[in-house]
């Protein structure tokens, strides 16, 4: 659970960014809004995390961390002890969450490509932010089989209500690697904070099996969020050509990718696998074609926008858009795409300690951008 004291202090802060400038009303479904640009000047952002003090944290796909101060101002020079990074291709500097209990440990975790010569992976690690320096770093995961691929890294980082870490990977270009359970690709990963793996994990002791694995068979995933009713993680997967998928994914199931999907090769349109269905293999709660391509996810809780309260927010690179998505249950019932043509590809999506929704822009100048309720609304 989130520190009470941190989000207070956090919502103090974040009050004080009076220096940006709405933009025109846009009117919703359900609220009129307008979005303020808080900071450009981010070179291709990816996550970002909310600090105590009313600082920012984002991840630049570069290799750089950067910190927003309380008043929007991007400080020039990154926080130093980040870890070699290799960018390549889709892969850099990716996910940033903080530990549950950072206000006492000071614990930031961060995916990224790491290299091992000409091959690369996902590792995730962690270091105590102080003083702008990350100190005490150490890898707490590392992708099993590094390769030259430039895609389908993942990776999204949460944390769940009893504290366990979820790392979602991609299948790294190589679709049978999700489907081989002595592989870390294409799989979601669950460990402990310190990068030890639970021992109620659905693979524990079974030979030829890495045991970080909680379920596999994902193409690659960019979007994990924790739904607050239920304390189940959602995570979402780029599909090939369409079929771009939703799931909740659970303890040892087998999500299908290469051998079911709703997509179909690119260029030549063929049937992947064996089609959408296969006994055995898990169907997503929601599905896109044509593809969105999404990155970031966020469940909406707040109070700034009480007619979203419970829905879920997935960014769109390929169309430019922010998805808003109606839930019953674990199903999706209405789908509004916001924000068309307005800010470009959203990389992130979160929702603020003050209940305001806050995205990233994927671009050489990205802008770190805040919605909020027009006086419409």
């Known amino acids: 659970m989130t520190h009470p004291i941190l989000i207070l202090c956090v919502l103090v802060a974040l009050l004080q960014l009076t220096h940006v400038v709405a933009s025109p009303v846009i009117q919703t479904e359900k609220h009129a809004i307008s979005y303020q640009v808080i900071t450009s000047g981010l070179s291709h952002p990816w996550s970002i995390a909310f600090l105590p003090d009313g600082k920012i944290l984002v991840s630049e796909r570069g290799g750089n961390l950067r910190l927003i101060d309380s008043q929007g101002d991007l400080e020039p020079a990154p926080i130093k002890g980040v870890p070699p990074i290799r960018q390549h291709g889709q892969g850099g ?38 003083n702008r320096q990350l100190e005490q770093v150490e890898v707490i995961f590392q992708m099993d089989r590094k390769t030259k691929a430039r895609q389908h890294f993942g990776s999204r980082l949460v944390f769940d209500r ?11 270009g190589d679709r049978p690697r999700a489907q081989d359970l002595n592989d870390h690709a294409g799989s979601l990963i669950r460990l402990h904070d310190d990068g030890r793996v639970p ?33 189940k993680v959602w995570t979402h997967e780029h599909g ?45 709660i929601h599905y896109w074609i044509p ?11 707040g109070n700034a926008f009480k007619g979203w309260q419970g829905n879920l927010f997935v960014g769109s690179l390929k169309f430019q858009q922010l998805v808003r998505l109606e839930l019953d249950g674990e199903t999706i019932t209405h789908e509004e795409r916001l924000l ?8 992130d999506v979160r929702q ?26």
Do not use: C
């Open 199 to 231: 021992q109620d994990n659905p693979f524990i002791g079974i030979s030829g099996v890495k045991p970080e694995i909680y379920s596999y068979g994902h193409r690659n995933m960019q979007g994990a969020a924790l739904n607050p009713q239920t304390g």
């Open 352 to 377: 603020g300690p003050d209940g305001l929704i806050y995205l990233v822009t994927d671009e050489e100048n990205g802008k770190l951008v805040r919605l909020s309720p027009s006086p419409e609304s």
């Open 240 to 284: 090939p050509q369409g079929g771009d998928e939703i799931n909740v994914p659970d303890a040892g199931l087998n999500y299908g990718w290469p051998v079911i999907s709703y997509g179909v090769n690119y260029v030549i349109g063929t049937k992947i696998g064996e089609g959408s269905h296969k006994k055995g293999m898990v169907q997503p």
């Open 93 to 130: 500097l990716l996910d940033i969450v903080i530990h549950p209990d950072f206000i006492n440990n000071q614990w930031v975790y961060f995916s990224y490509a790491e290299s091992d010569g000409y091959r690369v992976g996902t590792t995730v690690s962690r270091g105590r932010l102080k």
């Open 340 to 347: 068309s043509d307005e800010l470009g590809r959203i990389r």
């Open 162 to 172: 009893q504290g366990y870490l979820y790392i979602t990977l991609g299948d790294r």
């Open 291 to 301: 593809s969105i391509a999404p990155s970031g996810m966020a469940f909406y809780t």
